[in-house]
């Protein structure tokens, strides 16, 4: 009797634990629900990252309202978060530039020069190497702007939603950076 108690608390803990984990990609694991100014967000999806068909990161995407839509979170002004965990090294001079590059295919014809400012501002606050296993969190709050962090640790905000809705679009456009990264993370929509 008592064996069949202690294998049935094993049992309720082990699915607990995997009740709270909605995806694993890559080895990294997604929970259902993170917390981002006090607001609980919805997982949407993960995916990896390639790029020369090397593994670069794995992504999860949250958001408040969790909608597995990709105009809806490019444009709603709610909590929402990207999460990318590296895979493989790489210098700060390459996130910048890379991520740099594609803000600025996204940006909206003629767009004011404050704009490009903000992506200036962006560009500069990666500073340190990423490592395999380091994490960027790039958390937009309404009324605050983007903060965006490396291994927790505030690397700056840009302010407003104008950036925030470029950066968005780098990966939920209609011609995104990395579509087979985005085609995983929208499976929630089928």
Known sequence: MKKLISS??????????NAAQAKEVEGVNYD??????????????????TKWMFHVYT???YSES?????????NNEEVKSILLVMLRGVSAQQMSSTIGEAFENQLPENAPAELKEKRNKFESLFKDK????????FD??????????QNGKVMGTIEGSDFSKVF?????????????LIKTVMECSK
């Open 8 to 17: 049935l608390l094993l049992s309720t803990v082990l699915f607990s634990a």
């Open 32 to 49: 259902n629900k993170i917390t981002v100014s006090g607001k609980k967000l919805s997982f949407i999806g993960a995916g990896i990252r």
């Open 59 to 61: 992504m999860g995407v």
């Open 66 to 74: 969790g909608a597995c839509d990709k105009d809806k979170l490019v």
């Open 130 to 137: 990423l490592e395999k296993g380091d994490h960027l969190q």
């Open 140 to 149: 937009y709050i309404p009324g605050k702007g983007m903060t965006i962090s």
């Open 168 to 180: 968005f679009k780098i990966y939920f456009s209609a011609k995104p950076c990395c579509p087979e």
